[in-house]
């Protein structure tokens, strides 16, 4: 039984983790001289997106946009997450990139103190309970071993595999992961109130759809067989009384979930069928599964034990490690389904494989050698830890320019951000593209691999735009037929192949290194 004390400890243990894969951050800032650190080490290209997304919150709007479309179209109520975000940065008048990171922090410690509650409604051996979750707070997988072998270990490729990865890769992973993990436990628990537990079902259903909505199916999916499961056990008590079937545990949670989760999942669905950005946009964010290769390289060494367990048939013999059998299961399933978001499935995986681990750990081991086996399946994945962390460090002390700024580079980012009117279409290479939405209101023509509508067709737009075979004239032309009305020329749109747009309009801001234009009204 948890008492208050181990409680106290598992929100101390969950914050001291979250703080700690964090200090590299700190690190990475005073790395970077004479350049500046971009504050992302993991995917910056979706980290800035993130930033533009609570920009439009700190601007004051609870819809979203997509900055890095030539045409936004209407706002929608998508990524609500990152627009309260900016509200909350714009209220206090904090910069986005630390509330980002602060809110990082505060959705990794949920998960990790979240993780342990779900144990605990899992496991009644208190050491299985620490266990499971003192691999939670440290584990990951061999994905340093599947370098050496040409194999991509999903431990290192997918963030949202790991919850220690996930704590250390963006804000939201950790909060997904949080709400499934509260989504599990209401389900599990055995309360006197059917309401609270329903409420609970709603609650935790509602922050995962409105973070990460693609999420909602994994773990949707687990509680149905579960319960079907349950059901059919018991289909001698229940009979044919629906009655009898809601006050089956777990159901009105459940039931819940999905109150919280449906209305909202049609929403999106409507959105992506009627808006045409968003639709567009929809049709690109391809997340598919690696080859199996790589999942089973990024999930051990807890993938063996877990198998072990399985085979020896624990998980079957209470309603709750039944519950994590079938999540286990039927999530694994999900990864190979022919959706274009099967990557997505994986989102919390990681837990009931360690529940199930734990079980196999400790039919193959006594209880005083458990701390002895934990500790060493922990040390086996440190090199993917140390892999993750210092190729991000790595790329920071070379001055990689997806990791940092060069200071006349963000000097000209913040002149956007006071300047540029709202709105305003600004034309930029890839990268720049990239950034400026995360700084001003303006948008881009491409900046997105998925969040540029055709993004395809936009790279063949900005190759003919930065060609030095292309006439003045025929480049004027496609500005004018987008509308563009600024021009961004720093060091790396000059490497494009042209830099000297002086026939299109006046140059408004410059240093050293960068020049922007005022693309001047067609005549």
């Known amino acids: 039984m948890r008492t208050q004390r181990q409680r106290m400890w598992a929100w101390g243990l969950s914050l001291a983790v979250s703080v700690l894969i964090s200090l590299p951050y700190l690190f990475a800032q005073n790395l970077a001289t004479p350049d500046v650190f971009t504050g992302f080490l993991i995917n910056p290209t979706d ?19 997509l900055p890095y479309a030539a045409e936004a179209g209407d706002g929608v109520l998508l990524y609500l997450y990152y627009l309260l975000l900016g509200q909350l940065a714009g209220l206090i008048g904090a910069p986005l990139m630390v509330v980002y990171h602060l809110a990082r922090i505060a959705s990794a410690t949920l998960m990790f103190y979240m993780a342990f509650q779900f144990y605990g409604s899992v496991f009644r051996n208190v050491r299985w309970i620490w266990t499971a979750f003192v691999l939670t707070l440290l584990g990951a997988g061999l994905g340093w071993l599947g370098v050496l072998f040409g194999v991509d270990g999903s431990d290192l490729t997918i963030p949202e595999s790991i919850p220690l990865f996930s704590a250390y ?3 939201h992973f950790p909060l997904a992961i949080a709400a499934v993990l509260g989504a599990g436990r209401a389900c599990l628990r055995t309360q006197e109130s059917r309401f609270g537990e329903a409420f609970q079902g709603w609650f935790w259903g509602t922050i995962l759809v409105l973070v990460l909505p693609f999420s909602t199916a994994g773990i949707g999916a687990a509680m149905v067989v579960w319960l079907v499961w349950e059901a059919h ?33 049609v929403y999106n669905v409507w959105v992506v069928l009627t808006h045409p950005v ?16 790589s999942y089973l390289i990024g999930y051990s060494p807890l993938l063996i034990f877990a198998v072990l367990g399985y085979l020896r048939g624990y998980p079957m013999r209470r309603r709750e490690t039944r519950f994590i059998a079938v999540w286990l299961i039927v999530n694994t399933l999900l990864l190979y389904v022919p959706v274009s978001v099967q990557r997505r499935m994986n989102l919390g995986l990681y837990i009931p494989l360690t529940a199930m681990a734990v079980l196999g750990m400790a039919g193959w081991f006594s209880p005083s050698r458990l701390r002895a086996v934990a500790a060493l399946m922990i040390a086996l994945t440190l090199p993917s830890l140390a892999l993750m962390i210092g190729t991000g460090i790595f790329g920071v002390e070379q001055g990689l320019p997806e990791l940092v700024y060069e200071k006349d580079e963000i000097a000209a980012y913040r002149w956007l951000a006071e300047e540029l009117p709202e709105g305003a279409l600004v034309l930029a290479g890839a990268q720049a593209g990239n ?22 067709a936009m790279l063949a737009l900005l190759d003919d735009l930065y060609n030095p075979a292309l006439s003045s004239s025929e480049r004027y032309r496609l500005l004018e037929s987008y509308d563009v009305d600024f021009i961004f020329a720093g060091p790396s749109e000059a490497a494009l192949g042209f830099e000297d747009w002086a026939f299109a309009g006046e140059v408004v801001y410059s240093n050293p290194s960068v020049r922007i234009y005022q693309v001047r009204d067609h005549e």
């Open 278 to 293: 968003i639709s567009g946009w929809t049709a690109q964010n391809q997340t598919r599964s690696p080859p199996i290769s």
């Open 47 to 65: 980290g800035f997106s993130y930033l533009a997304k609570m920009r439009e919150g700190a601007r004051g709007s609870w819809t979203f946009t």
């Open 435 to 456: 950034r400026i939405p995360a700084f001003s209101s303006g948008r881009v023509l491409y900046g997105h691999p998925f969040e540029t509508p055709q993004a395809d």
């Open 233 to 265: 056990s018991k289909r001698g008590i229940i009979g044919r009384d629906v009655k009898r079937l809601f006050m089956l545990p777990g159901v009105p949670a459940f039931a819940g979930y999905l109150l919280g989760v449906l209305p909202w999942l």
């Open 169 to 171: 890769t963006n804000a």
